[in-house]
């Protein structure tokens, strides 16, 4: 069942699919887009690379993720404690980074093949990250362009929607 639903305190709604499965959520997912209009993140658009992350259920339905990204001086790795809520797909999590707990939602998915993430925070202003991640480093066109619409959708500049080379760093063989 699909409904729509009014998510995360902003004027832009998605379509919840209400039977989303965290369990076939599960495994290792390629982050192979991202759109972000942060001011910090403008000198990171050129050097961006592909991101590996992992994600298991815990046994009261939170979701863990161990993510790994290549950085100048190696591999950087990171966890995180996904809550879930009342809504299936949606989650919030703490950021140490900015010291606030944040929303993410699954907006769409196959399971199989690609997710369409949301994060939301408010921090000075309002921030939104649109990701597209894969079940491997390379997704269909259709793909893209359904992760490009959906960036645009929420406001994204043209520029601030990025799909890095699908080549997958050195460091995560």
């Known amino acids: 069942e699909v409904r729509d639903v009014y998510i995360l305190h902003i004027f832009r709604h998605f379509h919840i699919n209400l039977s989303f499965s965290v369990h076939s959520f599960t495994g290792k997912w390629y982050r192979v887009g991202l759109a972000y209009d942060s001011p910090g993140f403008v000198p990171l658009?050129?050097?961006?690379?592909?991101s590996v992350g992992v994600i298991s259920v815990l046994p009261n339905g939170n979701v863990?993720?161990?993510s790994w990204e290549a950085v100048?001086?190696?591999?950087?790795t990171q966890s995180y404690l996904y809550e879930r809520t009342s809504i299936p797909g949606q989650f919030t999590y703490f950021s140490t980074r900015h010291n606030q707990?944040?929303?993410i939602t699954v907006v769409e998915t196959n399971y199989t093949e690609y997710a369409l993430v949301v994060k939301h925070k408010e921090f000075n202003r309002e921030y939104t990250q649109v990701a597209l991640y894969g079940?491997?480093?390379r997704v269909r066109a259709e793909v893209i362009q359904k992760f490009?619409?959906?960036?645009?959708?929420q406001g994204f500049p043209r520029e601030s929607i990025l799909t890095?080379?699908?080549k997958i760093p050195k460091e995560f063989y």
């Open 64 to 66: 863990n993720l161990t």
């Open 101 to 103: 707990e944040k929303d």
């Open 72 to 76: 100048p001086v190696g591999c950087l």
């Open 135 to 137: 079940r491997s480093s």
């Open 148 to 153: 490009k619409a959906l960036a645009l959708s």
């Open 45 to 50: 658009r050129t050097i961006m690379k592909i």
């Open 164 to 166: 890095p080379p699908p």
